[in-house]
């Protein structure tokens, strides 16, 4: 599975932004999506997973609330809405899939195969 994200950029505080990430390759409507986050010097963290139909969703308690991951397998899409941006939400998101995909975890070794990244950065 190739994942390809888009959508990040500079937004001011309370502001939103969508990412969305394309997948190709093998099939994808049978593995769970996740976003995950990385700041500059930081470990790379869990943002939001769902999984293969949609059914079942987590999300990082500094997130809940304000995001919320979404997907539509007819478009090999998964999606990340963030509303009430925060600057400590400024990082590169990433776009991770991982089989089978009836398991949510939140762990980034569990998952196969990731996106380039893409910037979101929040100004105060």
């Known amino acids: 599975v190739q994942l390809v994200e888009s959508g990040g950029g500079l937004v001011q505080a309370g502001g939103s932004l969508s990412l969305s990430c394309v997948a190709s390759?093998?099939?994808?409507?049978?593995?769970?999506m996740g976003w995950f986050r990385q700041a500059p010097g930081k470990e790379r963290d869990f943002v939001a997973a769902?999984?293969?139909?949609?059914?079942?969703?987590e999300y990082a308690d500094s997130v809940k609330g304000r995001f919320t991951i979404s997907r539509d397998n007819a478009k090999n899409t998964v999606y990340l809405q963030m509303n009430s941006l925060k600057p400590e939400d400024t990082a590169v998101y990433y776009c991770?899939?991982?089989?089978?995909?009836?398991?949510?975890?939140?762990?980034?070794?569990?998952?196969?195969?990731w996106g380039q990244g893409t910037q979101v950065t929040v100004s105060s």
């Open positions: 991770a899939a991982k089989f089978p995909g009836h398991i949510i975890v939140p762990r980034a070794y569990e998952y196969n195969y």
């Open positions: 390759g093998r099939t994808f409507n049978d593995h769970t």
């Open positions: 769902l999984t293969w139909n949609g059914g079942r969703t």
